[in-house]
Structures are given as structure tokens and as C-alpha cells.
């Protein structure tokens, strides 16, 4: 039986609970049995809203132990790991301490503030032997692995065209504002927009090079709104983000569109359709399962299975990353193509 903490409570760590539930609720060898959080509200189960709440707003909170502090809740429990839903400045350092105290460490995306900050956990990952796995989590979610598994098996051809967008409020809900200041979050850039970044190194590796546009609409905060064009060989691959939409009518919204030489799959309004080129559309049957909840099954049960979790999303790859995110913002400050 694995026995978990998690660390922050948050809007991610609310979700990262539920899912903690449902495991519990199916059987499945885990239990969550800490909480800790700065906010002593939290204790309550005063949980966060956020732009795709998936938490469960009746939760009896009385069945968990709570915490202030990362290091007393892992000196009081018997943790086999933690789950850090925290700041991203705060990535880094948390999950040192944690393999440092002898616990694995799942921990939410983005992996790290800076490549060197990446380079630190990846370091401690291997010092102490421990597993640590980043939470990209739409390398799990199924409408993004259909395109993983089509790109592979080549049955379109070869990729043309790769547009992907994501955009919607404004995180006004974070702990002291720390997603609108850029020390803390990177702004909507490295918090956001990172999921497609991420998506696109997945699958198709470092661009050559990026050209980012980029607009400060909060001051401090990063940039708001970002488009970012990828330079790959033979594709046109573009990713935007726009987290200042703030009408209840559009709400979140994830979307994209791959081209390939026989076929195009686009995602939009939450559905998924294939057009075969001079055939009908069809709308593929794939797993309606959530990301979050295959992402923490798939870290818990590798730890029960003793293999590298990190097998599906390598340190190496989610730290890539964060290298392509920063020549963007380097891109964008400079207003020119940076080279990767």
C-alpha cells in the first residue's frame, strides 16, 4: 500500500485529490493519507477554483493529517511520495528535500522555473534514487495520444501542419497572485502555453529554431498573450495561448489541428474528429479517461512495479521543455528568431 502526502492545495492539488479519491474508492493500493498547504483554510476543505475545476467540493477532509510544513508532515508520516502541486519556483527546492528525505516525487508541470533548476531535481533524482516524474500531463490524455499513435504508425503520411491553441481566464485565484507574477509562474507562457510546447517536443523533438510574439497585458506578470511559430523541417507548426479571455461564454478551451499528406485531425469544443482525405469524418472511439487520473495511476503504479516512471515523460525531455519555453521568451524580448 503506497502512502502519499500532497503538498499544496491549490487549484492542480484539488484536482490531484479527486483523483487521489477515486483510486482509493477503486481498490487500487494507495492511500493519501497527509495533506500539506500554508493556508490553514484549507483544513476546512476551503479548496481553489480554477479554469477546469475537477475537484469535489464534498470531500471530509477530517480523514487526512494536515500540515503547514513539507519537512514535519515527512518526519511525522511513513510516505512512500509526495505529490507537489505547488508554485512553480518552488518545484525545484521541494522536490530536492523531498528525494533528500527519501521519497519520490510526482510533481506538477512545469518541471522547473529554469533549465538549471530542472537540472537540479534531475541531479538529486539520481543521487538518492528516487523517482521523479513531471505531470505534462497531456502526454497522457487520449485525444492527444491519438495523434502521438497516428504520427507513429505513419497511416497519414507525414506531417504537415501542427496549430494548436489554448486560452480562457485570467488565474486570478492563486495563492498571493504568485500565477501573475513572473518571478514565480514564468507567466502565461512557461505555466500555460507549456502544455503545448511540451506537446509539440513529445512529438516532434527541438525545433531547429522559435519566432515568439508575445504581450504584457498585467503588469509583472509575463507575457499574456503568446504566439509562437516552431521551425521544423517540411512542417508548419504554430502554438498560442491567450489567458485573458475572461467571458463565462468561452469559459477554457483547448484545441488543435494536425495535418498530415492524407488526413486531418482536429480537437475543438472538446471533440475530436478524423478527416480522412476524400473520405468520410468519423469521430475516433478513444478512452474518454482524464489525464490526471492516468498520470498519477501510471507514477503510482511504477513505483509498486519498481520501473522508472519517468519512462513515459523522461526528466531529459520534460527539462527540453522548459529549454524550447525560455528561447521563446528570449524570442520574444528580442523580438527575432532565436536558433535551439
Known amino acids: 500500500m503506497l502512502k502519499v502526502g500532497l503538498v499544496g492545495l491549490g487549484f492542480m492539488g484539488s484536482s490531484h485529490l479527486s483523483m487521489y479519491l477515486r483510486l482509493m474508492k477503486e481498490g487500487f493500493p494507495i492511500k493519501l493519507v497527509a495533506i500539506c498547504d500554508v493556508n490553514e483554510e484549507k483544513r476546512e476543505g476551503k479548496l481553489t477554483a480554477g479554469n477546469i475545476d475537477i475537484s469535489d467540493k464534498s470531500i471530509d477532509f477530517s480523514q487526512f493529517n494536515f500540515y503547514t510544513d513539507m519537512e514535519e508532515m515527512i518526519e511525522s508520516e511513513a510516505l512512500d511520495y509526495v505529490d507537489l502541486c505547488l508554485p512553480t519556483f518552488l518545484h525545484a527546492p521541494y522536490a530536492v528535500k523531498a528525494m533528500e528525505k527519501g521519497l519520490h516525487v510526482f510533481c506538477e508541470k512545469p518541471m522547473a522555473i529554469s533549465t538549471q533548476a530542472c537540472q537540479e531535481m534531475i541531479d538529486a533524482s539520481k543521487k538518492y534514487e528516487k523517482f521523479l516524474m513531471i505531470g505534462q500531463t497531456l502526454r497522457f490524455f487520449p485525444s492527444y495520444c491519438y495523434i502521438k499513435e497516428t504520427l507513429d504508425s505513419g ?186
Not at 191 to 208: C, E, F, R, S
Not at 280 to 299: T, V
Open 155 to 340: 497511416r497519414y503520411g507525414k506531417l504537415t501542419e501542427a496549430n494548436l491553441f489554448r486560452g480562457g481566464t485570467t488565474p486570478l485565484w492563486s495563492w498571493e497572485n504568485w500565477l501573475l507574477t513572473n518571478e514565480r509562474s514564468g507567466g502565461c507562457l512557461l505555466d500555460q502555453h507549456i502544455h503545448d510546447v511540451d506537446t509539440l517536443n513529445w512529438l516532434l523533438g527541438t525545433p531547429y529554431s522559435v519566432n515568439t510574439s508575445g504581450r504584457v497585458v498585467f503588469e509583472g506578470s509575463g507575457y499574456d498573450v503568446v504566439s509562437t511559430n516552431y521551425h521544423y523541417e517540411g512542417i508548419v507548426a504554430n502554438a498560442s495561448d491567450n489567458w485573458t479571455i475572461n467571458n463565462d461564454d468561452f469559459g477554457f478551451e483547448m484545441r488543435y489541428r494536425f495535418a498530415f499528406e492524407e488526413g486531418t485531425i482536429i480537437l475543438e469544443k472538446g471533440k475530436l474528429v478524423d478527416y480522412p482525405n476524400n473520405k468520410p469524418s468519423f469521430e475516433p472511439e478513444i478512452s474518454q479517461e482524464s489525464g490526471y487520473y492516468l498520470e498519477i495511476k501510471h507514477f503510482a503504479q511504477s513505483i509498486l512495479d519498481n520501473v522508472d516512471p519517468a519512462i513515459a515523460c523522461p526528466l531529459e525531455s520534460t527539462m527540453e521543455t522548459i529549454r524550447i519555453a525560455e528561447a521563446e521568451v528570449k524570442s520574444a524580448n528580442e523580438k527575432q528568431s532565436i536558433a535551439l
